[in-house]
Nanobody, 124 residues
Protein backbone atom coordinates (compact mmCIF):
# COMPACT_ATOMS: atom_id res chain seq x y z
CA UNK A 1 0.00 0.00 0.00
CA UNK A 2 1.45 3.33 -1.08
CA UNK A 3 1.56 6.00 1.59
CA UNK A 4 2.92 9.52 1.68
CA UNK A 5 3.19 10.73 5.26
CA UNK A 6 3.78 14.42 5.93
CA UNK A 7 5.06 15.92 9.15
CA UNK A 8 6.51 19.16 10.46
CA UNK A 9 3.56 21.49 10.26
CA UNK A 10 2.63 23.83 13.08
CA UNK A 11 2.10 27.39 14.22
CA UNK A 12 4.80 29.97 13.58
CA UNK A 13 5.04 33.75 13.64
CA UNK A 14 5.49 35.73 10.46
CA UNK A 15 9.12 35.78 9.46
CA UNK A 16 9.74 32.39 11.02
CA UNK A 17 10.66 29.05 9.50
CA UNK A 18 9.33 25.51 9.34
CA UNK A 19 10.56 22.35 7.65
CA UNK A 20 8.05 19.88 6.30
CA UNK A 21 8.92 16.25 5.67
CA UNK A 22 7.35 13.69 3.37
CA UNK A 23 8.17 10.01 3.78
CA UNK A 24 6.83 7.85 0.96
CA UNK A 25 6.45 4.09 1.31
CA UNK A 26 4.89 1.13 -0.43
CA UNK A 27 6.85 1.36 -3.68
CA UNK A 28 10.03 2.78 -5.14
CA UNK A 29 9.83 6.49 -5.87
CA UNK A 30 13.39 7.03 -7.09
CA UNK A 31 12.15 7.68 -10.64
CA UNK A 32 9.24 9.87 -9.56
CA UNK A 33 8.77 13.59 -9.14
CA UNK A 34 7.74 14.66 -5.66
CA UNK A 35 5.69 17.78 -5.20
CA UNK A 36 4.25 19.97 -2.49
CA UNK A 37 0.86 21.62 -2.87
CA UNK A 38 -1.13 23.74 -0.46
CA UNK A 39 -4.75 24.66 0.05
CA UNK A 40 -5.98 27.53 2.17
CA UNK A 41 -9.55 27.73 3.45
CA UNK A 42 -11.92 28.80 0.70
CA UNK A 43 -9.21 28.67 -1.94
CA UNK A 44 -8.19 26.21 -4.62
CA UNK A 45 -5.22 23.93 -4.19
CA UNK A 46 -2.05 25.50 -5.53
CA UNK A 47 1.36 24.21 -6.52
CA UNK A 48 4.28 25.08 -4.25
CA UNK A 49 7.36 23.16 -5.35
CA UNK A 50 8.53 19.94 -7.00
CA UNK A 51 11.72 17.91 -7.27
CA UNK A 52 12.71 15.09 -9.59
CA UNK A 53 14.09 12.45 -7.30
CA UNK A 54 16.64 11.06 -9.75
CA UNK A 55 18.64 14.23 -10.32
CA UNK A 56 17.26 16.86 -7.97
CA UNK A 57 15.89 19.20 -10.63
CA UNK A 58 13.40 21.55 -8.99
CA UNK A 59 10.45 23.74 -9.87
CA UNK A 60 8.88 26.46 -7.70
CA UNK A 61 5.80 28.62 -7.69
CA UNK A 62 6.66 32.30 -8.08
CA UNK A 63 5.04 33.05 -4.73
CA UNK A 64 7.63 30.98 -2.83
CA UNK A 65 10.80 31.41 -4.90
CA UNK A 66 13.66 32.59 -2.74
CA UNK A 67 11.85 31.63 0.47
CA UNK A 68 11.13 27.90 0.15
CA UNK A 69 13.54 25.11 -0.75
CA UNK A 70 12.59 21.58 -1.74
CA UNK A 71 15.14 18.81 -1.30
CA UNK A 72 15.41 15.07 -0.95
CA UNK A 73 17.51 12.73 1.16
CA UNK A 74 18.08 9.44 -0.62
CA UNK A 75 19.41 7.70 2.48
CA UNK A 76 16.33 8.62 4.50
CA UNK A 77 13.93 8.28 1.56
CA UNK A 78 12.43 11.61 2.54
CA UNK A 79 11.54 14.82 0.76
CA UNK A 80 11.71 18.13 2.58
CA UNK A 81 10.23 21.57 2.16
CA UNK A 82 12.21 24.20 4.03
CA UNK A 83 10.06 27.28 4.45
CA UNK A 84 11.71 30.54 5.49
CA UNK A 85 10.43 34.10 5.83
CA UNK A 86 6.93 32.76 6.29
CA UNK A 87 3.98 35.08 5.72
CA UNK A 88 0.39 34.87 6.96
CA UNK A 89 -0.68 34.15 3.38
CA UNK A 90 1.36 30.93 3.51
CA UNK A 91 -1.20 29.54 5.96
CA UNK A 92 -2.67 26.37 4.45
CA UNK A 93 -2.74 22.61 4.54
CA UNK A 94 0.40 21.40 2.80
CA UNK A 95 0.28 18.08 0.99
CA UNK A 96 2.98 15.93 -0.50
CA UNK A 97 2.36 14.16 -3.81
CA UNK A 98 4.14 11.87 -6.27
CA UNK A 99 4.03 12.00 -10.06
CA UNK A 100 5.61 9.78 -12.70
CA UNK A 101 6.99 12.67 -14.74
CA UNK A 102 8.56 16.06 -14.03
CA UNK A 103 6.78 17.60 -16.98
CA UNK A 104 3.60 19.15 -15.67
CA UNK A 105 4.90 19.08 -12.12
CA UNK A 106 3.00 22.26 -11.28
CA UNK A 107 -0.30 20.63 -12.28
CA UNK A 108 -2.20 18.71 -9.61
CA UNK A 109 -3.77 16.07 -11.90
CA UNK A 110 -0.25 15.02 -12.94
CA UNK A 111 0.19 13.44 -9.52
CA UNK A 112 -0.69 9.84 -8.85
CA UNK A 113 -0.31 9.63 -5.07
CA UNK A 114 -1.18 12.10 -2.33
CA UNK A 115 -0.59 12.42 1.38
CA UNK A 116 -3.16 13.55 3.93
CA UNK A 117 -1.54 16.92 4.52
CA UNK A 118 -0.15 18.88 7.42
CA UNK A 119 -1.40 22.21 8.71
CA UNK A 120 0.85 25.26 8.56
CA UNK A 121 -0.39 28.38 10.32
CA UNK A 122 1.52 31.66 10.18
CA UNK A 123 0.42 34.34 12.62
CA UNK A 124 0.91 38.04 11.98
Amino acid sequence: QVQLVESGGGLVQAGGSLRLSCAPSGRTFSSYTMGWFRQAPGKEREFVAAIRWSDGITNYADSVKGRFTISRDNAKNTVYLQMNSLKPEDTAIYSCAAARYFSGSNYGPSYEYWGQGTQVTVSS
